[in-house]
């Protein structure tokens, strides 16, 4: 076999728990492990990578990666980690959602090569459409006590007295139909081990007591560790929302500005888990790192990684440009070459106007673009001023104040930046 996959999510920090017998049992021959992933969005967001890291190390370890899409399981909803149930999904929204998903995934995965080990994406929702309720509570459901349900962290704890809703039949069967799955991959691909996050250790454990019951043969359980910041936030959430693969979603520029902005303690972890730079490298740059703190390679080089192993190199250094926009050292053009998205994402919470298409047309004043118009700054004095003292730039040229701003100054026809001194900014948007 390749690499000791065991031994490298130990040192990256990516192993929680693992059933005894595991790393002997992967050390043997190639083997085949699975990871689930919930198909209600057409994007993967950054709380799903540990898991595709995972099978990323695995594949690179010479065993075979299964990636499994949950549309049945996604139609009942996990009780694990949630308080809620999920909203269900149409068929023809979980096979969009595949596709979205396998897109993303190839980034990480092999599924085109010819090799033994090359990547297989499956759906649960192939074997389980079939299967009728009768069918399942006497073949599979006989199998496994209330007892032993009843007895797993995610049940207990949404069945816990201060839980504010109980937990409905289509939850609590939940465990079965991921065991189920678990079982469906022993017997007809050989999969041995399934992995996944710290929390879903109960709905593995499920699989593999099937796979002894029914199946008469050994099933694995490994978990990663659930991702935390070290300042208590959740990890992957911005107050916008999720941090996205899909650049639709979460421009590449925000993307790679959430890696930038992560502290130093996070960096340190993260770049283990989200990085293939082996050990030597990681200790160099660590070491770097704190010799010097207040240059950040640490986060610099995880934001380029990631951001260029999701996106691109082009991406990456589009948004290397955006970020540098807000720090100066930049040009009218750069500002131009922006896309829209990444302008408004640069520009984020700057106090912006509105300004009519026929005023630039005919050649807007910089005093009206200062005060009368936008209010930008307080007076027409204060404007004149601030001109005189050649403090003003329009996107990011010096100006003076017999300058007009005209339709040549637009960025993507929308937008043009006002700025006094180094820091202070204000967007008019052109309707």
Known sequence: MGLDFVEELKWRGMLHDAMPGTREHLLEEMRSAYVGIDPTADSLHIGHLVGVMM??????????????????????????????????????????NQEALKKQLSKFLDFESNTENAAVLVNNYDWMKDFSFLDFIRDIGKHITVNYMMAKDSVKKRLSADAKEGMSFTEFTYQLVQGYDFLYLYQKYGCTLQMGGSDQWGNITTGTELIRRIGSGKGFAMTCPLITKADGTKFGKTESGNVWLDPKRTSPYRFYQYWLNTSDEDAEKYIKIFTF??????????????????????????????????????????????????????????????????????FEGVPQAAVSRSDIETGLDMIGALSAKTGFLSSNGEARRELKQNSISVNKEKVAENYEITTTDLINDTFVLLQRGKKKYFVLVIE
């Open 55 to 96: 099978l990323r190390h695995f594949q690179l370890a010479g065993h075979k990666p299964f990636a499994l899409v949950g549309g049945a399981t996604g139609m009942i909803g996990d009780p694990s980690g949630k308080s809620t149930e999920r909203n269900l999904l149409d068929e023809a929204t979980l096979r969009h």
């Open 277 to 346: 730079l082996g050990k030597d490298d990681i200790a160099a740059l660590v070491e770097t790192h704190q010799s010097a703190p207040h240059l950040r390679e640490l986060q610099k080089r995880l934001a380029e990684e990631i951001t260029v192993m999701v996106h691109s190199r082009e991406d990456y250094e589009n948004a290397l440009k955006a970020s540098e926009i807000l720090f100066g050292k930049s040009t009218s053009e750069d500002l131009k070459k922006l896309d829209e998205t990444t302008f408004l994402d640069v």
